[in-house]
């Protein structure tokens, strides 16, 4: 079971740091990935990372400005939003999968999602 957490209202360059805490023993041996979907849009990748969170993948429209990260000790991945834009309003969702993949197919489960507004 994932708990995503953190989202919130935000001005235009302004940051926000997404959690995710994952239930049970076996986090490390799977990757993860943040998606996001904003209203009457499909939902989109984000960022994913390795299960040892040695590999990163960000989509082109986040790259510098999102990082991805992971606690394996604690169960959770960690998405740091710096340099907001309002086009970043969404709900953003953790989702785990067997490998890094940018194909919400590729991942098998799925968090509540958080809701991240961003205002100009």
């Known amino acids: 079971q994932l708990q995503a957490s953190g989202g919130g209202l935000v001005q235009a360059g302004g940051s926000l740091r997404l959690s995710c805490a994952a239930s049970?023993?076996?986090?490390?041996?799977?990757?993860m990935g943040w998606f996001r979907q904003a209203p009457g849009k499909e939902r989109e990748f984000v960022a994913g990372?390795?299960?040892?969170?040695?590999?990163?993948y960000y989509a082109d429209y986040v790259k510098g400005r999102f990082t991805i990260s992971r606690d394996n000790a604690k169960n959770t991945v960690y998405l740091q939003m710096n340099s907001l834009r309002p086009e970043d309003t969404a709900v953003y969702y953790c989702?785990?999968?067997?490998?890094?993949?940018?194909?919400?197919?590729?991942?098998?489960?799925w968090g509540q999602g958080t809701q991240v507004t961003v205002s100009s």
């Open positions: 989702a785990r999968g067997s490998d890094l993949s940018k194909w919400h197919a590729e991942y098998d489960s």
């Open positions: 990372i390795s299960r040892s969170g040695a590999a990163t």
């Open positions: 049970g023993r076996t986090f490390s041996s799977y990757a």
